[in-house]
């Protein structure tokens, strides 16, 4: 117990808890930033909606028609219609009778599931050539949770939790240390530079279950999100995120040497993640120029790793290399960090 290692870890879990605004901020802050955009954003529609089209005789005719009014359209398999559908990838699939008009497969307490029936019903009318042929269409009301955008919000506000309390968990802390001439007096310690940020890291990733739990114990309860994926699976993706997160704050800590400066550092870095990783809307939204770069933040990487598990139910395989993607961030932000580490 008397490894150096050991020491410093549990100062700084002790340090943690008797700090009444860290554990507001780390505990108390996400749980009300979850409850007041989970109210606010419960009955809110995804953008942009997208339709599908049973495949069969017509689908291609209809699908023409939709995409002429500016719709998002792909024909599928009856399959896979309905698990798109279930996912949240579209709001509503089309099914095409011959000589018999069509039926609509749409959740009707879905705002954007509701809209894209009208706008659909709208463009198949002017195809049929009259309003009479609004006597053509059917449907089919299917309620299902997974596709309703509090489910699409709350994997992302999961996100930027995590990305918050590594960057400011670890790099305002350590930098505060250093104005505070911390880290100068337990230079004089027996302890290696790899000890005092691998205590770091361990803390954060210690404090970060309870963190987890609640959050998720909130969404599955709170609002009904689901969890159909494996929970040690999610868990992986949980810890592989705060690792990559705790190293760039590691990273930007290592020889930063004022908190303005380290605070001004940890928004530039966050807040193209904040903007651009599909935390409020989906990161497909942007043009397909700038989807490298956006595909390269680690936070879209957590985001889409943290809804394919919860809502799809994937796999670990599914996942795998996006938990790699993860875990390269932070190793080579660790391993950068050890090697440019400033105590004073």
């Not at 291609?60 to 996912?87: F, H, T, W």
């Amino acid at each position: 117990m008397n490894h150096p290692l050991v020491q410093l870890l549990l100062a700084r879990l002790r340090s943690f808890y008797r700090e009444p605004v860290a554990l507001f901020w780390v505990y108390g802050f996400p749980m009300i930033l979850a409850l007041g955009l989970g109210i606010a954003f419960s009955n809110r529609k995804p953008e942009p909606a997208r339709v599908d089209v049973r495949a069969g005789t017509g689908a291609e005719d209809v699908a023409k028609e939709l995409r002429r009014a500016e719709m998002s359209v792909e024909v599928c398999s009856e399959e896979d219609c309905r698990q798109r559908r279930r996912i949240g990838t579209t709001v509503l699939y089309v099914v095409v009778e011959p000589g018999a008009g069509w039926s609509y497969v749409y959740d009707e307490a879905d705002p954007e599931a509701v809209r894209a029936r009208y706008q659909v019903d709208a463009a198949l009318v002017r195809m049929a050539d009259g309003p009479s042929a609004k006597t053509m269409a059917r449907e089919e009301l299917i309620t299902e949770k997974g596709n309703r955008y509090i489910d699409f919000l709350m994997p992302g506000l999961i996100g930027l939790n995590l990305m918050g309390g590594g960057l400011w968990g670890i790099g305002f802390v350590i930098v505060d240390q250093r104005v505070r001439k911390l880290l100068k007096r337990l230079v004089a310690t027996p302890m290696r530079h790899a000890h005092f940020l691998l205590a770091m890291l361990l803390g954060r990733l210690i404090l970060l279950l309870p963190d987890m739990a609640v959050l998720l114990s909130f969404a599955c309860l709170g609002f009904g999100v689901p969890l159909r994926g494996n929970v040690l699976t999610l868990a992986l993706v949980i810890l592989s995120g705060a690792a990559a997160f705790s190293g760039i704050g590691l990273l930007i800590a290592c020889r930063t040497e004022k908190t303005e400066t380290v605070s001004g550092l940890m928004n530039l870095v966050m807040l193209p993640m904040w903007l651009l990783s599909g935390t409020f809307f989906s990161s497909k939204r942007f043009p397909a120029a700038t989807q490298p770069f956006v595909q390269a933040l680690p936070l879209t990487q957590l985001n889409d790793a943290l809804r394919e598990v919860m809502l799809e139910g994937a796999g670990l395989t599914t996942v795998a290399w996006r938990i790699g993607i993860l875990a390269a961030f932070a190793l080579v932000t660790f391993t950068l960090a050890l090697r440019w580490f400033r105590w004073q």
